[in-house]
């Protein structure tokens, strides 16, 4: 019995040194296996089983030390003996299936490499794309921006002769901007045009303004002459200075000077309500027969002055459409002009007749003409062609001028020439509606 208890307690001692062999073992494959998880990133199921495998050794142990604390157990031993091999199985079986992990992990690199060598060609594939996306964008959205962008610079430079087609392939939107973009020129046309009128209104503006300036001074200096000649006369009469001091006689020339210079203010103030912008011939339907009649019956005393013949063909009942006051004040100055300026023991014509357009009246006064570089500045404020018989020049100068003003208001044609007989003023009116 001693002999067995004693083969028993060797055979036990062998046994335990194996299992300290084989738990050292087991540690360093541990140790090993959970290096190869660190290095590989093994997942937490490896690692969990790793430890298992790793306490399990230790439990073998324990069971086969209380088995030799049990006396008469050797079945116990040897079964001790059979489940410490299928542990070791077991260990080198999961030891295996760690490292095959590991294995795949080490072989990752590879798709990271196989991706390196992709990248460029991705690269240059987005490449692509971004540019196709950039020429489709170009073609089809930004295309009727840049049109309009064009057609901006044309207008900048008020250049509208270039006409773009609408493209009829485009989508609806490319249309309506196209053809929203297409009316601008004209639009800006029509601008143009506008403020080339506004432009030509202000120059004609600047011009009549500069007229009546100069028509202010012009009286200005009409005035000054006969005022400084009957202040000079006045003034020789009340000291009695020379011939002055026979004042019936300078009194009456003073007085006739005073005249003057009344229907020169008298003509003066109808230019003033003439030349206004604002002013519009009073239209009404009159008797043109009769305006001609009285101014000859008005101008009688002049005629008989100087001896005129004045010969009268007047139609009856011409009716015209005009304004009476102003219509009467250009007769009279025509009329008068003409006897004014025909010599002593001349003709004067006047002769009123019907044209297919209109009427006509025509005043023709004998035995002078007129110089062809004077005729077209007649109708110019005080300007006077010829002198009279003792070599002054007479009249205020405004007579014609005036009668241009009002026949311009009234759009009636008119004007003077020059005729064998002599001079020749014709006005045109129309029919009355």
Do not use: W
């Amino acid at each position: 019995m001693k002999a067995s208890g004693t083969q028993t307690a060797e055979q036990a001692e062998s046994d335990k040194q194996n299992d300290q062999s084989k738990t050292k073992q087991n540690k360093a494959v541990s140790e090993s296996s959970i290096s190869n998880f660190q290095s590989s990133q093994i997942d937490m199921k490896t690692l969990s089983t790793a430890i298992n495998h790793l306490l399990q050794p230790s439990q073998t142990a324990k069971a086969k030390e209380h088995a030799q604390n049990i006396p008469g157990k050797s079945n116990t031993t040897s079964s001790l003996t059979e489940a410490e091999k299928q542990v070791t199985n077991n260990d080198a079986l999961h030891t295996q299936n760690a490292a095959s992990k590991a294995n795949d992990t080490h072989d990752n690199p590879k798709l990271t490499d196989v991706l390196q060598q992709l990248a460029p060609h991705i690269g240059a594939t987005m490449l692509a794309l971004s540019l196709l996306g950039s020429l489709i964008y170009a073609k089809i959205i930004a295309k009727p921006f840049r049109y309009m962008s064009d057609a901006l610079k044309d207008i900048m430079n008020l250049d509208f002769s270039d006409k773009k087609l609408l493209n009829k392939n485009i989508d609806q939107t490319d249309f309506n901007l196209q053809v929203a973009a297409s009316q601008v020129p004209t639009i800006v046309k029509n601008l143009h045009e506008s403020n080339q009128d506004l432009r030509n209104e202000l120059k004609k503006e600047q011009q009549l303004e500069q007229s009546r300036k100069e028509f202010m001074s012009m009286i200005s200096h009409e005035l000054k002459t006969p005022i400084a000649a009957v202040m000079g006369q006045l003034d020789g009469m009340i000291h009695g200075i020379g011939a002055y001091k026979d004042r019936d006689k300078y009194l009456k020339r003073s007085y006739e000077m005073m005249q003057d210079i009344n229907i020169l203010t008298e003509k003066v103030s109808e230019l003033s309500k003439i030349q206004t912008p604002q002013f519009k011939p009073n239209l009404k339907v009159i008797s043109l027969t009769n305006i001609i009649e009285d101014v000859i019956k008005k101008v009688d005393y002049f005629v008989s002055v100087k001896q005129l013949n004045v010969q009268s063909n007047i139609k009856q009942d011409v009716q015209i459409l005009a304004d009476p006051k102003f219509m009467q004040t250009a007769i009279f100055n025509i009329i008068s002009n003409a006897i004014h300026y025909t010599i002593d023991h001349q003709h004067v014509y006047i002769k009123l007749y019907e044209k297919p357009n209109g009427y006509a009246l025509e005043v023709l006064n004998t035995g002078s003409q007129i110089d062809e570089d004077k005729l077209a500045h007649l109708f110019e404020p005080f300007y006077r062609a010829n002198p009279d018989k003792h070599g002054l020049v007479q009249g205020s100068g405004l007579g014609l001028y005036i009668v241009k003003q009002i026949l311009d208001k009234h759009q009636f044609p008119y004007g003077i020439q020059n005729t064998p007989q002599g001079v020749k003023c014709s006005i045109v009116f129309p029919k009355a509606m």
